[in-house]
């Protein structure tokens, strides 16, 4: 039997990634801003952006997938996120899935990774330019908090009990903006753990603003009016609190850095200027929508 040729061998899987599975938003997203949104064949459950995403087949929520229904997909590679994920990871490698885990906390590492997966797919020069438009979005915001009259005290805040700030990337976005992070310390700590404060703690670092954004639920305005010590903080004094829902801010990805920043902006610069956006119905938090 003569042996095979090297066409033949070169033809048993394709250049680049044609069947992709991601089991978090960003990753989606970044495929769809930079024209691949046909290369995806899985997303997860918790898929908000692009809308024509939630079409495809859900394998995933955050902390679980649906290994057997990913398998069925025949993926060339599943993208995922976080070491939360590794699990997920672990079995997919078990099951002879190639898998791309990525762990980005901060700025700088949301656009390595819009740069990394363009090149993973071989769109290496779309992604380049997705986020060179990001970049530039960011110093176009970080110009324009150079004009405002201060640096209000800002709270930004992941979950609601315990009491967790903001994780890097929604630390340093809130600073580029022009606001001053009052637990800025914390971002330094990877997973959430390190990043719970006491009520009492956050009341006495006085924030004049509260940006809430709870993983995946709607931020009430009594639940944060009612810890202790808060009835004199300047925040809830002036009735500065707001809301940025999750699938803008919380994402690692483009979302963040688009949508989300200009909505941390909006609320900054209101509170630098003494002004209060509005709420949306009453009772609810006040919003940069």
């Known amino acids: ?82 070491d939360l994920q590794a699990d997920l990871g ?48 960011l110093a176009r915001h970080a110009e324009a908090a150079q004009a405002l009259p201060r640096r209000p005290r800002i709270f930004f805040e992941e979950w609601h009990e315990p009491l967790i700030s903001g994780i890097r990337w929604c630390s340093e976005l809130v600073e580029l903006v022009g606001g001053e992070d009052v637990c800025r310390e914390s971002r330094a700590h990877q997973g959430a753990k390190g ?24 931020a009430k305005r009594e639940k944060i009016a009612a810890r202790p010590g808060w009835d004199v903080v300047q925040a809830v004094v002036d009735d500065q609190l707001y809301e940025v829902k999750s699938a803008y801010i919380l994402q690692p990805g483009p979302a963040a850095l688009s949508d989300g920043v200009a909505q941390l902006a909006r609320i900054v610069a209101a509170v630098a200027r003494g002004e209060r956006l509005p709420a949306p119905r009453e009772g609810d938090l006040r919003s940069a929508e």
Not at 104 to 121: H, K
């Open 195 to 218: 990043r719970i404060f006491a009520p009492e703690e956050v009341a006495r670092r006085n924030p004049e603003a509260v940006i809430a954004s709870w993983c995946g639920r709607k």
């Open 90 to 137: 672990r079995e997919l490698c078990k099951r002879g899935v190639p898998v791309f885990l990525f762990n980005q906390r901060s700025v700088a590492e949301v656009l390595q990774t819009v740069r990394v997966v363009g090149a993973l797919v071989g769109r290496a020069e779309a992604a380049e330019r997705l986020a060179d438009e990001l970049t530039a979005n």
């Open 1 to 82: 039997m003569p042996p095979p040729s090297l066409d033949a061998l070169l033809s048993s899987a394709p250049r680049y990634p044609q069947r992709v599975v991601c089991l978090t938003e960003e990753t989606t997203e970044t495929l769809y801003r930079i024209g691949a949104g046909e290369l995806v064949v899985g997303v997860s459950g918790f898929t908000v952006r692009p809308p024509e995403a939630r079409k495809k087949p859900k394998v995933s929520s955050f902390l679980d997938a649906n290994y057997e229904r990913i398998l069925e997909l025949k993926p060339d590679v599943v993208l995922g996120f976080s």
